[in-house]
Structure formats: C-alpha cells, structure tokens
C-alpha cells in the first residue's frame, strides 16, 4: 500500500507543529508528508518580534524554533517560498505557486492541514503604504522595520493602535531610543480590558513618557517629497512621525478556505470540531491564528490569534491525522502582556462581553501587592473580579500591575475552566510566602470582594 | 438582653481574624469580645522572621500586620501577656495568668476560639538551651537571635534543620555574613519534596556556599565556659557553632486543648468540622496552627503550621461566631520558599504520600524555562508531576527553580481543587507572552509529559 499524503498550508506554528507530531506517530513508508511555507520561515514566534526590536532578543534567528532544514531532516518535504493559491476539495489537490520561479503546480492530498494564520489589519487609508510604515507581523516585517529605523531622519515614532502589539511596540520604541506617541481609537489603551482597567494602562504608560492619544482616528499618512512618511493625521490632529508602526490587529488568513467553500465563523475564521477538523469535511484539518475556538465562558467562538493557541491545535490536528487521538476543548481567554515594567493580563469576559452574551454579573476591584506590604519590592497591583449574579460563578479576571501581577492570572484560568465560584475560590490552597504573596494572594482579596458583591446583589 | 461573650485564646492570625471578622458582623451592645494572647504581639507575620533577620525587612513592627492598640480600638477588649491556662468546658470558662502580676482569673464564655498555634519542635539534647541556640517562632524569638548574633564570637552559624524555615534561615545567615552549615536528618534538603527534587536544591544551596550535611542527627549541643554554644556534634561529626537556629519544625500549640479534653487528630492537632467548630463542641472553634486540616489529596488530615491557612480560617470562624456562614473545606498542601535566587514549590502528593494512601501514580519530569527560551532572564526550573494511575488525575506538583517558578504551583494547586487530570491541563488557557513563559507553560509541558507516562502504563 502506498503512504498515505498529507498537505499541509503554512509553516508556522501550527502547520509545523501538526506535521512534527503526526510525523512522531507515523514513519515516512506510513504517512508522507508535504507543507508548503510562502515565506522564508518555519515554526517562529512572532511574539516575540517587539523583544527583537527593542533589542532585548537577537533576531531573527532567536525567534525560530525550528529551521526549514530541521524540519526536512525529519522527513518532511518543506517547500518555501511556495504559497498554496487555490483548495481544489472536490479533486483532493492544492496548487502552490514558487514564488522564485513562478511555476505553479498540483499536490494531491489525502489528508489537509490549513495553518493560514493571520494578516494584519491594514486600513485603506491614503499613504498606508508609504515607506516608514509598518506592520510588524512576521520576520521579514521586523527586519523591514529594523532596516527603517537606521534611516528614520529624525526619532519620532508614531504607533497606530494600543492592543498587545501596540502597547509592546510602543515600549520597543521607545527602548530604541524614539519619542513615542500611540494613537488608538478606542477610549483607553488596551480594549482587551475594561475601561476602567485600560485606564490604568494609559496612567502608567504616561508615566513612562509615551503619550497616548484616545479617541483617534487615523484619516491619512503623510508623505514628504521623497515619498517616505512625515505624519500620520487624525480627525483630531496630525502627528509627526519618522517612522509608523502599525498594531491595530489581525484577522485570520482565510481567503483560499473562503474560496475553497469551506465554513466560516462570525469572525472570518474556519470551524472546526473539538478535534480541530474543519466542520462537514472529513480529511480538512484546520489550527492556529486562521481558526476561530469555542470561548468556553461566553459559549460561542472567537477569533484570538495567539502562539501558545496555535501550538496546541497542531498538537491536536497531529495526533489526529497520525492516527492518536486529541481534542482542543477550547480557550477562556486568557493573554499577558506587559509595557516596561507594567504588566497586564485578562482571562474570561470583561463587562461588555458578558452583556453582549446575556450574563448579568458584579464587579470587584482590589488593589494589592505581589509580595507581602513589608518585602522588599513589594508593588501594588489591582485586580478585577467578575462574578455571575445569583451564582458566584467566575466570569472573568483582569490584573494590571508590576512584579507578578501577569502570571497570576492563570489561577484565575484554571478555575474558569472549572466552572468555579468565587466563594469556592476564597478557598484555594495558593502558595504563600512573604517573597512571593501577600498572606492572602490578590486573587483571593478580589474573590473575597467579590463574594460579597453577589451577595449584596441579592438573589431576586 | 446581655451581649453574649466571644472569648479568644491566641492573638496571632486566627484569633485575631476571628475576632475581627466577628466585630465587623456584630457590634459590642451584641457582642462582647475578649482575646488573651501570651506575648507582647498580635497578628505578625512569623513567615517574615527569615526576613528581618537576613535584613531584608525592618522589624520586628514591619511584620504586625495589626497593634494590640488597634484591636482594642475596634473594641475588643485584648489582652497581651496574658496566658490562658486552662479551659473549662463544662464550666464555659478559661482561666487566664496575668504574666506580669502573676495573679489569675476565670473568664466565662459563650462562644470559645482556640487558636492557640504551634510550638517548635525542640529536641530534649543536652544544651539544647544554651545561649546562642535559638528557635525562630516568634518576634521575641527573632530579636533574640539578632542580640545574639551580635554578641557571637565568630562568623560560623549552624541551621539544624532543611525544611522551609531551616533553608529560609540558611539564606538569612549568609546574608549576614556567616559561613553556614546546615545539618540535615534526611537524605536531602526539603522533605516537604521528593529526594529526585531535593536533591536539586541541595546542588543550589551548595552553588551559594551552603554547606548541607545530609543524613546528620543531632546528639549534643556543645558549650565554652561561658556557657555559650561552641559546636553541634552529630552521630558523624561536630561542627563548630558561633550561633545556631534550630528550624526543626513545629507541632500543635494543643496541651490546654488535650487537658480540656477536645478531640486531638493523629498529628496532635485539634479536629474541626468544616465551620471550623471543633467536633463535638457546639460553642468552641479552633484555627490556625493547632489544628488539623483535610487534605483534598489524600483524604486524611494533615497538619500545616501556615499563615495563609491561620487567615482563612480565622475568616471563617469569624463568620460562623458572628452570625454569618462560612467553611474552610480542605487544603491541597501548597508551599512555596526560596533559598537566595532558587524558588521552591510544592502542592499536592508527593511519592511516598501517595503510596501512603494507596494511589497507585506515574511521574513525570521535565526542565523548561521561565520566559520565552530567547527572552534575557530566561532561567531553567524543574517540574514534577504525579499523575494516578489509569484516571490520570493530577496528584501533585514540584517545581524547583529560578524566575517566577514558585507560583507556577498555584496552577496546579487549583486543578487539584478542581480534580482535573493531567489530559485536561494539557488544554489550560494559561498566559503566554515571552516575557512571561514559553509557549507551552513549564507546568503544561509536564503534563503532556505525564500523559504520555498516564498511557504508558497501560489500564490494566
């Protein structure tokens, strides 16, 4: 019997790490396997492309878990610099494109993996792409902007965007050594979190000397005579700038599966089943930042385009189609992230996405410190709890701090996963010690506070 | 009608949680509240004496979380150097020694709280009371070793003892410039982990110029002329001694309780329901470190001489005594330390305790890092896994390392609250950024690891 093919599209983290694990349960006389990769890069973190700008990380190379060549040592025919230009489902076939020499040719598959990824949102605007301006989404866009800060003429840095890539590329900005200035639409930075929460996010990255612009809309990106940026313009103001870094967001990469037929989700992104196999179709498996995953809180999918998310999907899609067994329940939401010092995190529903799903809740905010109050270097961090009404149960976290706050999220990760309440969580057994907590942990301090705001909203 | 009278025997954390938690449920025309406590203190942090001692933190008033003055200002009527000598509980009454006059008196009660902590465990050896060899259980304590390490003739301190306060003190000693040696009953540092892990910090310890002796049993304590200790001598050696503390352990502060005959556990500790009343007694609570608590795990009690539990149980018989509801259902047995840099954490079973109970386990172990493997800081940490056989339920955790490894257990202190397996963990959301964690968290690498293990031992 021949071996079985299996196709996979994109060679990042979840292609490359489907292909890796199916390639670990099935030899090559079993399962031959053949991904295609449009770039010059396989399986790297672009995650980590604001540490490399700021300087902290040498890259690019730093940032690749695995090269083209260690993945074709394993038995996997890597082509890059190919990119897959049509899904023929009914014919079991993809056509991929070289881009060096143009040709174009037909693989057929028995098995297909779509690891698309995400693109960049890059809005319509006049002067978008005007040299100066960049995305920051994969390696050859970070060298690209490494390139332009060596001829930026002058060190005013203007950042579009105040999510997670614009709140860490505003502080590699600025680490480079650039006045910084971010401009984002929304009321305060960091729209992952509450307002309220976003708030403190603005303060201290004011602190830091980045200033914010809240509420602005960019209308166009100016140019100068030799076509390189000058300014990017808002409905409120225009702001200088020698070079412009674009972190408004990404949306999954879904242009050959749209076309190909297969199912999309609210947020443009595949569907798939617990076993990450693209919904209705037997041999399509679907993972990583191209997806959309069941929110297991709000009861409904998401698009949350995250490493730590694609690494678990090509886990899964490879023990399926090596013929283990492996399923991906879906996510809580859970992200870290930090500007200098200043950390932040979230896991669960902030208000508005437990209103926009029907949940009534109540809220408690505490401040605390990640040390016991006399250790030295013990700094304050504010937690906030959401709670369901009537039953206590966890809704959703958000920290925002210095010295640990981040990673504390993560007890509140776990027990959304459990279904826990926050009387239960009053409970929990977490290690204390002066250098590492308070005697009550600020996780506990919220759930406490929030135990009595269920109770204070009664039960009618 | 009179107010009734809530008595409390002990002013560290229970008690005075307790009492606090009380009073804020009902006032003094309700509830009139009296609290004996032996010492001159009242709700300090013991966990903090490594840390005045090494210098870190200015005390001993730096680790009162709350004066006696402040409790009194909160109308409870506290008194301080006052022991109480023994409980009538047919008579509803405890008979309390004034330190200072001397003189003795009976106190009726309504309600009791017993929070009468634990004593280090001091062995009957020959000096053991010698000027220079000091507990540290109390602040008292914790000033008379600094006095002492004052007046010490030389710079060699002995730590008899490598559980979490025999390493704390190790690291305290060396910060103050004494050359150390610690002196060991077991195979390794640290029995609260397994000897494979402990065995880890032995190597750290050593890195930072600890010297351990392991498998040493204390038999003499030796003395100059002045009295003052000169050497410990052991069965295989004697070491010489300018100081020694003896961070041996502690048991249940129960002798009041045994002669009151209130029902004692296997450990010595008292036994409560799950309000926190001890069994048996309808008018009578008792917390913090003299008592016994459930272990989730094992099913059984265990005693855990620790703040953070002393607080929540206080919290708890607050409530209860004040009219309010609440429990403490158990613990999962999570501690966390650190020698210098070297974090150190457990939760849950290690080996021999599940063997103890008759679990039948896999372990895994894995190394991985704290941040992204490319991010600046990223420092190596070991995890330890055990996984049941067959259900592959997570049973326990260790985790020994460098850069946030210590409050990774609370991850898995909650999954064991929760009951997960090893498989479901390997799906937790946790936060992913490089600054923070790699892209599979240290803990969920050692549960992948522990699936495999959980699968490779078969079902039968």
Redesign the interface.
Known sequence: MAAERLVVVGGD?AGMSAASQARRLKGPEELSIVAFERGDFTSY?A??IP?WVSG???GPD??V?RTPEEHRSRSIELHTRTEVTEIDVAGHRVRALDRDSGESRWTGYDKLVIATGARPVRPDLPGIDAPGVHGVQTLDDGRALLDSLDRAPGRRAVVVGAG?IGVEMAEAMLRRGFEVTVLNRGAQPMATLDPDMGRLVHEAMDGLGITTVNGAAVTRIDTGQDGRVTAVATDGGTYPADVVVLGIGVEPETALAREAGLPLGPHGGLLTDLSMRVTGHDDIWAGGDCVEVLDLVAGRTRHIA????A??HG?VIGANVGGGYG???G????????VCDL?I?R?GLREKDAKAVGLRYVTATIESTGR?G???GAKPMTVKMLAEYRTGRLLGVQIVGRD?A??????A???L??G?TVE?M????????????P???PVLVAA?KAVSAVRAAGTD
């Open positions: 983290a973190s995650c980590g540490y902290d990380v040498e730093a940032l878990a997670y995250l490493g730590t998310h690494n678990k886990q399923t991906f329940p996510v809580v939401g859970t992200a870290v992230s930090k950390e995190a896991t016991a006399y250790y030295p640990g981040a990673k504390r999220v993560d007890v990760a776990v027990a996963t459990a826990m239960a009053t409970a929990l057994d977490l290690g204390y010690a002066p250098p590492f907590s005697v009550w942990d406490r």
